[in-house]
């Protein structure tokens, strides 16, 4: 059931930049940040003090556990494949577009 949430107009204007970066709608991006905070939140392999380090650039792979390390870079390839997928849907728009248009030079 849908329910009604108050967001503070900074958030919210962070909100609506990501949720059309990310292509996904403004309830689709609020719930996508929840799962990760909460994620991060219950994780044993990272902290918030290690994720703002990273997020500011003061973190460095090195500097992680083998651990830690073998979760980031699962993590990196998991992105990777997501970019991929976003790529290939954007070629098969290009095509379709390109096909009504008449050019067939895609």
């Excluded at 689709?28 to 994720?51: C, K």
């Excluded at 993590?75 to 290009?94: C, K």
Aim: glycine share 4%; net charge negative; no cysteine.
């Amino acid at each position: 059931m849908a329910k009604t949430l108050r967001i503070s107009d900074p958030y919210m204007e962070l909100l609506r930049a990501e949720s059309r970066d990310q292509h996904r709608t403004l309830a689709g991006q609020a719930e996508y940040w929840m799962a990760l905070g909460r994620a991060v939140e219950r994780s044993r392999l990272v902290d918030f003090q290690q994720v703002r380090a990273l997020l500011d650039g003061d973190l460095r792979f090195e500097a992680l556990d083998d651990r830690e390390q073998e979760f980031a870079f699962d993590q990196f390839l998991d992105r990777m494949a997501q970019s991929h997928d976003r790529m290939d849907e954007a070629m098969r728009d290009l095509r379709r577009h390109a096909e009504t248009d008449g050019d067939s030079g895609l």
